[in-house]
C-alpha cells in the first residue's frame, strides 16, 4: 500500500451552462490524472450555480444522471478516484446537495449528501436557505480506499466539529470537504474551519472549492487549500480558476499523533461523541 499519494483539487468557475461545467470538469480531472494525481476533487455545486433558482433545474436522479455517466467514465478510463464536489440530486420528490464518490473502475463506492443546510441571514450581505429546495441528508461518511479510510462531508457540514470527530473516529484519515463559501464568510473563517479541523483530529483536509464568478450574486470565495494534520496549510490558491496538487503522506499522521497524542488522551470515562 502506497503512503504517500498526490491528490488534486480541483477549482471550476461554474457558469449558467451545465454542458460547459461538466466538460470543464472532464478536462481538468484528464490534465489532474496525466499529472499524476490519484484522487481528484471537485466543488460543491461543480454543475449548477449556486442560485436557488437553478438548483431543481439542474437536479439529476442517481440512475439516470448524465453527470454521473461521464464522471464514471473519465474515473474509469483514467484509473483515478473521483470525488465529484456536489450536484443537486433528485430521489421521488425530494432533493439534496449529493457528493458521488467514483472508484477506478468507474462504480460509485460512497454518496455523501449534506447534512447541514446553509440557512443564514448575514443583514445586506448573504441570505441563503438551502432548506427550502434540500432535505437533509442523515449520514455521517466514510469510505475506503486503496491508500486510506476517507472522509467526506460538505460545506457548511465543516462548522460542526463532532461530525468530524466521528469521521476520525472511524478512521478517516483525509477528509475532503467540498464547499462553496462565500466572500463574506470565506475571509472570516475559511481558513480557520480547515486548520481547527485538522488540528482536531490530526488528519488532512482538503477543501475544494470552485473558483469566484462575480457574474452571480451569491459570489463564491474560491481559495482551495490543503492542510496537514498539525494544522499547516501546505498548498493552496486563490479565487481563480486552477488545479491544486497535494501530497498525503499517512506516515506523518502516524508522526504527528505519536509525537502529539492528544486522540490517545481523550477523556472517554468523562465524555464521548457518537452517532445516533
Ligand atoms: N454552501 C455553503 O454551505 C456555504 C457555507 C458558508 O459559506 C459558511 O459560512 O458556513
Not at 239 to 255: A, P, T
Request: glycine letters at 4%.
Amino acid at each position: 500500500m502506497e503512503r504517500v499519494f498526490k491528490i488534486a483539487l480541483c477549482q471550476i468557475k461554474v457558469e449558467n451552462d451545465k454542458e460547459k461545467n461538466i466538460e470543464k470538469g472532464i478536462k481538468y480531472i484528464k490534465e489532474a490524472a496525466k499529472n499524476g494525481a490519484k484522487l481528484i476533487c471537485l466543488g460543491e455545486m461543480f454543475n449548477c450555480p449556486y442560485r436557488k433558482e437553478t438548483f431543481k433545474e439542474y437536479a439529476e436522479e442517481e440512475k439516470n444522471s448524465k453527470t454521473l455517466k461521464i464522471i464514471s467514465k473519465v474515473a474509469k478510463e483514467n484509473k483515478v478516484y473521483v470525488i465529484a464536489g456536489s450536484i443537486p440530486e433528485k430521489e421521488n420528490d425530494k432533493y439534496y446537495n449529493t457528493s458521488f464518490v467514483f472508484d477506478k473502475e468507474g462504480n460509485v463506492i460512497a454518496k455523501h449528501r449534506k447534512i447541514h443546510l446553509y440557512d443564514v441571514d448575514i443583514k445586506g450581505k448573504v441570505f441563503v436557505k438551502e432548506s427550502d429546495i434540500f432535505s437533509y441528508g442523515q449520514d455521517i461518511t466514510v469510505f475506503d480506499t486503496e491508500y486510506c479510510k476517507i472522509g467526506l462531508s460538505i460545506c457548511y457540514d465543516i462548522r460542526f466539529p463532532e461530525v468530524f470527530r466521528i469521521m476520525e473516529q472511524k478512521g478517516a484519515k483525509l477528509i475532503v470537504v467540498p464547499a462553496a463559501f462565500n466572500i463574506v464568510t470565506g475571509p472570516m473563517h475559511w481558513d480557520l474551519l480547515v486548520k481547527a479541523r485538522a488540528v482536531d483530529n490530526q488528519v488532512y483536509i482538503a477543501a475544494v472549492s470552485p473558483a469566484r464568478n462575480y457574474d452571480e450574486k451569491y459570489v463564491i470565495y474560491g481559495h482551495s487549500k490543503v492542510s496537514d494534520p498539525l494544522g499547516n496549510i501546505v498548498d493552496s490558491l486563490d479565487e481563480k480558476e486552477g488545479i491544486l496538487y497535494s501530497e498525503i503522506n499517512l506516515d506523518y499522521i502516524s508522526k504527528v499523533r505519536e509525537e502529539l497524542p492528544l486522540l490517545k488522551h481523550r477523556r472517554s470515562d468523562l465524555y464521548e461523541v457518537k452517532i445516533k
